[in-house]
């Protein structure tokens, strides 16, 4: 088997067991929608195999690779087949293969749905029975209008046949097992959401009780496989599944999420940790005993975590020692985090390969995780065919359409309401009173409890460290692959200070641009770019003046420390967000920032106000721009912790113990 299939078969295992969770439902036979461009690159066409090589593997009992040549042509003219795999045997999940249409997306997921729910026996819920309840003749009728996508592979060749493997098919699925729609991958050159003219594609997935996976942009990292797949210069479809960019992208999926989970906690909380300096409150109101911070519980799991140090060499993390001071007392004690915070903590400092330093002075917000782990998939009522439906239920494409009818006719009320307003507003402007209760009564107000950063627009999987819902609603499992990032920021913007080395940013196509020879030096003073060094190429300039132009100064927000040492500046791979996982640091320029809230004072358990920021108080869509730009990282430091980033991947051996070591 080529390297490229090797690598898209170890993605699918650790998407679909690990992250997803698919075999552990139980009650139902899942089924996995494999989606892709009807005109496939060769990244997509790699991934699917994968998928579906694992999905049959899974299936068949074997994990032996699968010899001979990808069952899916390379030719770069041909098309994505659509077909299902397993519905007529005694598979433990199923799949299909869908070519994406915008036009009906989304009413075939439903309609795909809905149908699979009326297979084998009704499920006894609370709420009544779900399921088992369409007659014959509408199964019948569903399953017409959904041929293309249930139909057995290549059942098309065989015209004859097509009553046939319907009536055959429509006999077992109404005898046999109940079946749930449970897996959405969408494999996409570019972004079909795009296609839809929709924000979140995802988010209405979720909301069926969808567990997604994401693969977006694969268009800019396929062109050199592509080129061999063409037989252009000498290229051949066999070179093009052993080119190094699709290998790198498919192996930085492959990053298993309780590897990611490890060592993002362990670094999450202990940024955390170290971020704010914490004192007890004496009788007299005086400031107590000092807490002394200690390495927290997730540094010391991540030692026995095989896997993780099957990934990371020696030395990876390091806790160089604590000064256990006299009248102090060590973070380990549960009440810690309710103490009164007395100031900012240490320092982080991102160290540079050529010794430039960049330090965040003024504490750093509590950092987010996006690991790969979803809570929720582990959580039993979301394993079971029961809690599931009732949790999700669906219509049938008829319902759906008169409740789509009527939010129409509710809509052009609400337009209605709206014009009112208006023209209430020109004769004089509404009470306040009044504009919350328009804007309610359209559903332009969000009436859901606030809450603090991150935002709910920009789930993609990312949470904060206490919390197990994950992603922007409880209910969701999912994400963008790969995974594997910490996320935070100055807390305030103005403490951040120093030089730091840019190796790689964004070109004004969106795709990573190394800078030429040697990174460029970017001087930073109180959180703002003021120099660019002279070697710096034109699209870098250009990229930090539109920043300037567009918003005054060219703040500097997001910390990102990627995890997944699949990728880095030996392992390109041209999407930006799919490098954001490097292991390694970036930094985004521009006031832009989904995920953080600035507030103007850091504030105790109690609400008083502990800390006063000095910077900008930015809103959460202040600002025009947010580009990432990557750093030629050595290390982090803060305070007695460490993270190194030149241990990068190593075969498991007995010297890896110390790869996470307490000096």
């Known amino acids: 088997m080529s390297t490229a299939v090797l690598a898209a078969r170890a993605c699918a295992r650790t998407i679909l067991w690990q992250s997803l969770r698919l075999s552990a439902f139980q009650g139902a036979v899942p089924h996995v929608l494999l989606v892709v461009d009807r005109l496939p690159c060769t990244l997509q066409k790699v991934l699917l195999e994968g998928y579906m090589q694992e999905l049959d593997a899974i299936n068949m009992g074997s994990s032996n690779p699968v010899e001979g040549p990808p069952r899916l042509d390379l030719d770069l003219l041909a098309t994505t087949p659509s077909y299902s795999n397993g519905l007529d045997k005694d598979w ?46 509408k199964m019948k009728g569903v399953l017409d209008s959904l041929a293309p996508i249930l139909s057995p592979y290549r059942a098309d060749d065989n015209a004859d046949g097509s009553v046939e493997w319907k009536d055959a098919l429509l006999h077992t699925l109404r005898a046999g097992q ?6 959405c991958i969408l494999i996409q050159r570019n972004a079909f959401q795009n296609e839809l003219e929709k924000y979140r594609l995802r988010l209405d997935l979720f909301k069926m009780g969808l567990r997604v996976a ?12 592509d080129t061999l797949a063409s037989g252009k210069d000498g290229g051949s479809r066999e070179r093009c599944l052993e080119e190094e960019e699709i290998i790198y992208y498919m192996q930085s999926c492959s990053l298993q999420p309780h590897v990611a989970e490890s060592m ?10 170290l971020s704010w300096s914490r004192r007890t409150v004496a009788a007299d109101g005086s400031d107590g005993v000092k807490l002394d911070v200690v390495p927290p519980a997730s540094f010391y799991e991540s030692l026995s975590n095989a896997d993780l140090l099957s990934v990371y060499n020696a030395g990876v993390l390091r806790w160089e020692g604590s000064c256990y001071e006299k009248n102090t007392v060590t973070g380990m004690d549960p009440s810690a985090a309710s103490w009164n915070i007395s100031g900012p903590g240490a320092p982080l400092r991102i160290i540079c390969q050529d010794g430039q330093v960049l330090s965040f002075e003024g504490g750093l917000e509590e950092c987010l995780l996006n690991t790969g782990y979803y809570a929720a998939a582990h959580a039993p009522e979301r394993n079971c065919v029961q809690g599931h439906r009732q949790r999700f ?10 409740v789509e009818e009527g939010a129409e006719e509710k809509e052009e009320g ?6 009112k307003a208006s023209d209430a507003e020109k004769r004089g402007r509404l009470k306040k009173k009044e504009y919350l209760a328009m804007l309610k009564r359209t559903g332009k107000k969000n009436t859901a409890g606030r809450t603090s950063s991150p935002s709910d627009e920009n789930d993609d999987g990312v949470r904060r460290r206490g919390n197990d819902c994950g992603a922007c609603v409880g209910s969701s499992i999912g994400g963008t692959f790969p995974v594997g990032e910490v996320i935070s920021e100055s807390f305030d913007l103005s403490k951040l200070n120093g030089s730091c080395s840019v190796f790689a940013y964004p070109s004004l196509f969106k795709e ?32 930090v003046s539109l920043v300037r132009q567009a918003e005054g100064a060219c703040y500097v ?15 390109i791979v041209s999407d930006v967000t799919a490098f954001e996982r490097q292991f390694g640091v970036h930094v985004s320029l521009g006031q832009r920032h989904p995920l953080f809230v600035k507030q103007p004072a850091k504030r105790n358990a109690d609400g008083s106000v502990a800390v006063q920021v000095d910077g900008p108080v930015l809103k959460r869509k202040a600002g025009k721009y947010h580009i990432d730009v990557f750093l030629d990282a050595a290390r982090l430091e803060m305070g007695a912790f460490v993270v190194d980033f030149t241990k990068g991947v190593c075969s498991f051996s007995s010297a890896a113990a110390a790869a996470v070591s307490c000096a």
């Open 214 to 225: 994401e693969h977006n942009h694969l268009e800019c990292m396929s062109r050199t496989a």
């Open 414 to 419: 609400d337009i209605a309401s709206m014009r």
């Open 178 to 183: 109940p079946r749930e729609l449970l897996g």
């Open 557 to 571: 927000r997001e910390l990102g420390i990627g995890l997944s040492p699949h990728v880095g500046r030996g392992r």
């Open 264 to 273: 993002g906690r362990a670094i999450a909380d202990s940024i955390d940790a």
């Open 92 to 137: 433990k999940v199923t799949y299909g293969v869908l070519p994406f249409s915008a036009g009906s997306f989304l009413e075939d997921v439903q309609t795909l749905q809905a149908f699979l729910r009326q297979c084998g026996a009704p499920v006894d819920t609370e709420e009544g029975r779900i399921g088992g309840q369409w007659s014959e003749e």
């Open 512 to 543: 990573v641009t190394m800078s030429d020879l040697n990174p460029v030096t970017m001087r930073i003073e109180n959180g703002i770019v003021t120099d660019i060094g002279p070697n710096a190429p034109e699209e870098l300039v250009e990229l």
């Open 393 to 402: 239920p669906v219509r049938d494409a008829g319902e759906a359409n008169k």
